[in-house]
């Protein structure tokens, strides 16, 4: 579960990114976090992945509070969340087997582990067929659908998605968007940043819309302000 | 998490080599610097112990006045033997003095003059640490009479101060030079970890732990510290026994005895892979640290 409560943030810039944030994202909930730049987006996923903590305000996410979460609980607390980026964030030099071993190695999975999960994470992406292939061979929606194979290889309960779809024609998108969709059916929480209106009013989910650091609205569908 | 050491050695040789003509380079210079660091140690090392034979001759005489019985005289030298800080004593008669003398001086007239009556029986006296000398001299002067005794203090200082300033510089030759090592080796890591800036990032964001990033750029400044010592080790070698070897074959310098190699190729081998060691590791640590913050 991800809570909010009250949360500002401020950067050391004089930046105010929040103003009283509260936001309560249930397990198993699928979530579209909308907004113009400079919304606050950006911060709360920063925010939701330790990266930076809070001015004020408490935030907890799995069972972490991040307001005062020490150094040593932060690889945990990463390991309970998948991340996906507008712009893949894959190794170029290494095959699509290999960023995925890659991301289990790095938290100690063992090689047995690793053999036998990748084969079913790169089919429940369909990509089973492209393990040998490097990140340049593969289309835009390939690569990020590599990305969210990385995302999920270690089992998380809560994907974040930052702009998935940025970089990926209207069709791609839509397989994005699939494919986030069954893995939320599969029990995996999904906290998805877009600000696509017609793809997230495809999916009649819960939306929450961000202006000005502040939640100005929170239903389903883009307009449910 | 256990420490997956052959993952960790295959990413840091991997690491030597994505940069293998850095990694030449810093070898190259860490060589040097620890040959340098070698050479003085080694220097050092040969001095103190030249220092320690000359130190080890250098001697208190107390003379014992003509009047002394042989009781007396014995019982002089059983007390000064008692003192703090006195090795041995030795007692050397009127006789084994003039011998002495007359073998020493060049002077024919005074040769041929020499009588035993010209000299008084002294006791030698060795000491145990230079640097107390002139208490053991007072001491000893308590027991013969003030006018008795000969100490050259101005001898004493001299082996001290040598010694103590060829330690000092030697030691601050180290330390500058372990400084730049480290410095150099860092670099070349850090040269690693900013190419590998991305990696890191991704390993950080599903939850790699700290040491699990850090090990494979230890491991790579390890491997390039104990490559560079046993380099610097083989070179020390055979500057070493070539330098010995001229000193031995030099009749100018033959009051120099240096150590055989064979002698130190043990520790000196272990300092180098310490020093290597140290270099490397802390090298690679220094270099990973900015790249951990987030």
Known sequence: MIRLKDVEKEYENGTHALHGVSLTIEDGEFVFLVGPSGSGKSTIIKLLTGEIVPSNGRVSVNGFNLSNISDRQIPLLRRSIGVIFQDFRLIEKKTVYENLSFAMRAVGASPRAIRSRIPYVLELVGLENKADQYPPELSGGEQQRVAIARALVNNPNTIIADEPTGNLDPARSLEIMRLLNRINELGTTVVIVTHERDLVNRFHKRVVLLEGGYVTGDGVGYDAK | ?294
């Open chain 2, 1 to 294: 998490m256990k420490h997956d050491f052959r993952y960790f050695l295959h990413e840091g040789v991997d690491n030597l080599f994505s940069h293998g003509f850095m990694s030449f380079a810093t070898i190259g210079i860490t060589v040097a610097c620890l040959l340098v660091m070698g050479t003085f140690s080694l220097v050092t090392y040969n001095a103190e112990i030249l220092l320690k034979t000359l130190e080890s001759e250098y001697e208190i005489l107390a003379f014992i006045d003509d009047g002394s019985t042989d009781a007396q005289t014995r019982e002089f030298g059983a007390r000064i033997e008692r003192l703090p800080n006195v090795k041995s004593v030795s007692l050397i008669t009127r006789e084994e003095a003039t011998a002495a003398f007359e073998e020493r001086t060049l002077d024919d007239y005074m040769r041929a003059n020499l009588t035993p009556d010209m000299f008084r029986d002294r006791y030698a006296v060795f000491v145990d640490d230079l640097n107390l000398v002139n208490q053991t001299a007072g001491d000893v002067r308590a027991i013969v009479g003030e006018a008795n005794v000969r100490v050259d203090e101005d001898i004493a200082g001299g082996f001290i101060l040598v010694r103590n300033v060829a330690s000092a510089v030697s030691l601050a030759m180290i330390a500058i030079l372990l400084v730049v090592t480290v410095f150099i080796i860092s670099n070349t890591i850090r040269l690693t970890t900013f190419d590998r800036r991305d990696e890191i990032a991704i390993m950080k964001m599903v939850g790699a732990t700290n040491w699990f990033i850090r090990w494979p750029f230890v491991y790579e400044g390890f491997l390039l510290g104990l490559l560079s010592a046993f380099l610097a080790f083989a070179l020390q070698w055979l500057v070493y026994a070539s330098v010995a070897k001229g000193i031995a074959a030099a009749d100018t310098l033959q009051f120099l005895n240096i150590v055989s190699f064979d002698h130190i190729w043990q520790p000196v081998a272990a300092s180098f892979a310490a020093a290597g060691m140290v270099i490397g590791v802390g090298g690679s640590l220094t270099a990973i640290r900015r790249f951990l913050q987030v």
